[in-house]
Nanobody, 117 residues
């Protein structure tokens, strides 16, 4: 099972940028599809975007054109570049790893992103 640790959260003004990182350990990283999810207070956790083991990308409509996911397999790290942030992007952001074949999910502990208006 992969262990995931997020970093890079914080407080930013609307229109600003943040980059989140998720470092993986304990596994063969390129056997995992990696995703970012978020959960705002009182709301369900929702998908932000996913990058497959082969590099294919998929984003939620709400972040298309503003957020970019990338991965560095050599560093076993996935990134979420967030630009043009809005107050509604405020949430705890979670990193997810889904194992190929088994589809077993692993989660990080989450990192808080707060966008002030």
């Amino acid at each position: 099972q992969v262990q995931l640790v997020e970093s890079g959260g914080g407080v930013v003004q609307a229109g600003g940028s943040l980059r989140l990182s998720c470092a993986a350990s304990g596994t063969i990283f390129n056997m995992y599809s990696m995703g970012w999810y978020r959960q705002a207070p009182g709301k369900q956790r929702e998908l932000v975007g996913v990058i497959s083991s082969g590099g294919s990308l998929n984003y939620a409509d709400s972040v298309k054109g503003r957020f970019t996911i990338s991965r560095d397999n050599a560093k076993k790290t996935v990134y979420l570049q967030m630009n043009s942030l809005k107050p509604e992007d405020t949430a705890v952001y979670y990193c997810n790893g889904r194992r190929l074949v088994t589809s077993r999910d692993s989660w990080g502990q989450g990192t808080q992103v707060t966008v002030s208006s």
